[in-house]
């Protein structure tokens, strides 16, 4: 039997037939040049196959495309200075397991500190012998290094230290225009490998809540206005979700940051400015809301655990934003934060579920996970009962996630309780704040870790008077 379709001279003089690439969408894997000739990439790695035997110069792959952590590895075998850099930081993390992840402090009588601190000083070296290179090379190894050195930093409880080495890093990346990539991912050859533009996008989101940095997202002022009046189109992956949530975040951010560390009077005297705009940002989350139910609706049972994971979290970290939100502008003192209580607990209620997806829970993570809602739990509700969970939930997973450490998060908690305390908030017996707006406004509670890391300093506004206090870390007590 003959099957019914044109012939030869059909297919070509038919007015109507138009050519189309067979294979569907263009594949989203393989090297840039492959991809750009419409190709199918061998993936060697390195340069493919398809590039060099032809004589072509192959421009590489998207490493956050290739298996976890290819890039470090492939860079450290190729480049000493990333070697020690990675290197370094394995030391450091060795102690934190061994320790099991007490609250971060330097020292250096301690064999794996001070080897960490050679091997990084070996790193700054080598990067500085090549600081007039043309490589072009270059500034990826420095961008890594730049991020080693600051989780490196972080681990060793140096903050200090840590954001100077990410403002570093954020400022080659502006200066070669890397952040158009966050807006551009399809670009054909980008100027920095995608995984290090997000991961120091990530990691300076969350330094805005530490008092420094400031998103990199947002280039001027106009850039800052049209991003809060971007309108969100349906998320063809959880990829695709989490860089919108962080553009949200990172506005929220800065306007939540800015409220809570300002004064009474402060808010008072811009009120009706600030209100309209924590209006507009509650909106702005509403609309990511939606889109990202709709997301999870479609596609969550289709997810892996993992990626469910990573949904859930983005789910808890919109839920603490809204609330964040929705209390910064209020003080401490105000009897409407009660409304507010059963909200805390449901994030609560969201963090536990959360903690019992983890089979095997890591020391050290670097994105934001449960520690910020717990942390705004832990410090914000009105029912010290329920601060207390979320203090015992701190307590039972010691880590870190990016800038955040769970044991410092949880001191802050305690050492509010404590500065509530001397400044006469009421609780009652059943652990509920009782008290009005005659009482001292309590405001911008801020801790900052000592250079010796054995003390800390708990700034504050009472009313419009700023105070501060010293505390040490490390003491497991319970305010009585």
């Not at 750009?36 to 060697?44: F, I, L």
């Not at 100077?164 to 225009?177: D, P, Y």
């Not at 049972?301 to 949904?311: C, H, I, T, V």
């Not at 509530?420 to 009782?434: H, I, L, P, Y």
């Amino acid at each position: 039997m003959l099957l019914d379709t044109p012939g030869p001279s059909e297919t070509t003089t038919s007015p109507t037939s138009t050519r189309k690439r067979a294979g569907g969408r263009r594949s989203r894997t393989g090297c840039r040049t492959c991809r750009a000739r419409h190709k199918k990439c061998d993936e060697t790695p390195g340069a493919c196959t398809n590039c060099t035997s032809t004589g072509r110069t192959c421009d590489g792959y998207e490493f956050h495309r290739l298996p976890r952590e290819k890039l470090v590895l492939q860079l450290s075998h190729a480049e000493p200075a990333v070697y020690h850099a990675a290197v370094a930081l394995s030391a450091v993390h060795q102690v934190a397991e061994k320790k099991g992840m007490p609250l971060a402090r330097e020292d250096l009588d301690n064999t794996w500190h001070r080897f960490a601190l050679e091997q990084a000083s070996r790193s700054i070296a080598l990067l500085n012998a090549r600081r007039t290179s043309q490589d072009p090379c270059l500034r990826e190894v420095t961008l890594l290094c730049c991020l080693l050195f600051t989780l490196s930093e972080l681990l060793r409880g140096r903050y200090d230290n840590a954001f100077r080495h990410l403002h570093g890093g954020i400022h080659i990346l502006k200066r070669l225009g890397a952040h158009r990539q966050l807006d551009s991912a399809e670009m054909f050859k980008p100027p920095v490998e995608w995984c290090l533009v997000e991961a120091f996008a990530h990691l300076d989101v969350q330094s805005i809540q530490f008092g420094v940095g400031g998103p990199i997202w947002f280039t001027d002022e106009q850039d800052h206005i049209q991003l809060g009046n971007e309108k969100f189109t349906a998320f063809q992956n959880l990829a695709e979700a989490r860089q919108a949530f962080d553009r949200v975040m990172g506005t929220v951010l800065l306007f939540t940051a800015k409220a809570s560390g300002s004064a009474h009077s402060q808010i008072a005297a811009d009120y009706e400015t600030l209100y309209r705009k924590q209006l507009d940002l509650c909106l702005q989350i509403d609309t990511f809301t939606q889109t990202f139910n709709k997301f999870q609706t479609n596609t969550y049972s289709q997810l892996s655990p993992k990626q469910q994971r990573g949904a859930d979290i983005i789910y808890l970290h919109q839920r603490a934003a809204t609330l964040t939100l929705q209390t910064c502008l209020l003080d401490g003192n105000e009897p409407i934060l009660d409304q507010y209580t059963p909200e805390f607990e449901n994030i609560l209620s969201l963090v536990d579920a959360i903690m019992h997806t983890f089979p095997e829970r890591p020391s050290v993570c670097f994105d934001m996970g449960i520690i910020p809602p717990l942390t705004l739990v832990a410090t914000g509700c009105r029912d010290y009962n329920v601060r207390w969970r979320a203090i015992e939930m701190l307590r039972s997973w010691p880590h870190r996630e990016g800038t955040w450490d769970s044991n410092l998060c949880a001191q802050l908690a305690i050492q509010t309780m404590k500065v509530e305390a001397m400044n006469n908030f009421n609780v009652d017996v059943s652990g509920k704040v009782t008290g009005g707006r005659n009482e001292p406004s309590l405001r911008g509670i801020f801790m900052t870790v000592e250079d010796d890391q054995c003390r800390a300093r708990i700034s504050y506004f009472l009313g419009d008077v700023k105070h501060e206090v010293c505390v040490m870390l490390g003491e497991d007590i319970y305010p009585s």
